[in-house]
Each structure stands twice: as C-alpha cells, then as structure tokens.
C-alpha cells in the first residue's frame, strides 16, 4: 500500500502537488498506469492489495490520477507553448473546487469514510478533463452550461443554510462546522468564478462544455452529499464495513453518476453523463 497516500486520505495534502513513483505503486511507471486504463490498474491494484477496502480503493483512484498527471505533463510539451499553458492553467481550479466540494460534501453528509474514496478521485477526474483537451479522445464529451453549474451552487448554498444544526452537531466527527464547511463552499464560488475568466480563452464550445462538466460533476458530488457516506445512509463502500450501514460492493467496479445517468454533448443542452468521482461505490435504490 502506498505509504505517501495515507496522508493524502486525510486531506491533507494539495492533490496537484503529488507526483507518481513506481515503488510506491508495486513496480508500475506512470507510462505504464495510464496505458493499462482505470479499470485495468484498479484489478491490478486491487489484487496486489489483497481486496477492497476504504484505503486500496483510494489508493487505486489517487495513484491513477497521479500517474495520468506525469503523463499529461509530458503531453502538453508537445502542443503550442500559448495552448498548453492554457490548458495547465486549469488544473489548480478545477482541483480546488473539487477539493473543496469535499469538504462542503462531508460537513453536510456528516462524514464517514466514503469521502476518502470520493476525495482521493479528485485528480484522477481533473487529468481525465486535461487529457480530453490535450487529445480530444472522448466520443461522446459531457457537456455542461455556466449557468447549470450556478443553479447547483445556489442549491448547495440552502442545503448548507437549512442545515446550520447538523453541521455543527456532527463537527465532533467530522472536525467540520458550519462555519468551515460554507467557508468552504464560498471558495467554490470563488474557484469557479476565476476559473470563468480561463474558460472564456477557450475557442471551442465543446471544450467549453467538457470544463464546465467538470466544475458541474464536483458541485453535484456536493450537493447531492446525502447519498455519499452520511451515518444514516445504506452505501456501498467496497468490502470495509464502516458501520452497519455499509454493505458489500457490487461486483461492476465503475464510477456511478449519483443523480442521473445519461449521454449529452450540446454544450447548452440539458442533459450530460456527469460521472462521479469516485469508482468502486454506489448508492442503494
């Protein structure tokens, strides 16, 4: 098990900052991650660390996010100086709004160790965006508007607001308060807003669309906290039980859209597959 990870888990190291090295990854150059895929590296993974738990699923999404960002910086030196520094540009909002949706996420939910698993696919979703602009390798990109991503902030603003209480009740467990937690969601809105102003530079609308898919998936992982590891939900987490609440995984390994499921590539249609950011859970209907 990747030793450098365990500190990762607990949030609190910048995921942009970290880098890939093969011996904490049982031999496996960054080249030699991404080529195998997720899914491949995440059996491989897996099976090296003899099951599923809270911690190798983490550790199988983050050492994958790490490996695809090495990659993908060697990548954009093959491309127009101008075009990979907008590109690279991205990065460190789109990490810190996911980053922060996190948090916003566990002081709503009232944690649990799912948000490990969730937190941890935070550069693993962010390099999958920066390789789709790099390479344009996606058949069918989501698609989002800014105003769709507005409407899912406001909405997590009043969950936030309505629940002032709970927040602060389950700080004992969550080391979050009220306080914090729209702290942090107002470091969303911040993210968000300057990363418009990059967004902007971008002359296609389809790469338009696939950024701002990106910012929509990690505010929906936020708004949509109640289905994501809350003390009184049924959710899956892999085979660590963390609670009675906690049940086997399914045996598909895939990273389920928490709301809806569903293809789009209008940049200003309604619907696009926003694929959540963490493999290996779901939510019992």
Known sequence: MPLAFLAFAALALPAADQKFDPSE???????????????????FFIDKAEGE????????????????????????????AKRAQLIDSMRPHMVKFRDQGVMVGM?????????????AATLMSVEET??????????KPKSRTQAEVWAVLVKV???????????DEAGEYTGLNYAKTLGSYKDMRFE????????????????????????????ETAEAAEYLGAPHEAVT?????????????????????????GWGSDPGGPSGNHVGPARGWSRRH
């Open 25 to 43: 990854n049982y031999g496996k150059s960054a080249d030699q991650v991404v080529a195998m895929g997720f899914q491949n590296w995440y059996d």
């Open 107 to 119: 002081g709503l939910s009232g944690g649990g160790s799912l948000w490990t698993v969730v937190g």
């Open 130 to 139: 920066v390789e789709y602009l790099i390479k344009h390798d996606e058949k």
């Open 157 to 167: 603003e009043k969950k936030i607001e309505a629940s002032k209480t709970e927040i």
């Open 53 to 80: 738990t809270t911690l190798s699923m983490s550790a199988a999404n983050y050492s994958f996010g790490c490996a695809l960002s090495d990659v993908n910086d060697k990548r954009l030196k093959s491309l127009p």
């Open 237 to 261: 987490c892999g085979n660590d039980p963390v609670g009675a609440v906690y049940i086997p995984a399914p045996t598909e390994r895939s990273r389920p859209d928490p709301v809806r499921d």
């Open 192 to 219: 968000f807003a300057e990363a418009l102003k990059i967004i902007s530079q971008f002359q296609s609308a389809q790469e338009r669309g696939r950024i701002l898919a990106e910012f929509y998936d990690a505010a």
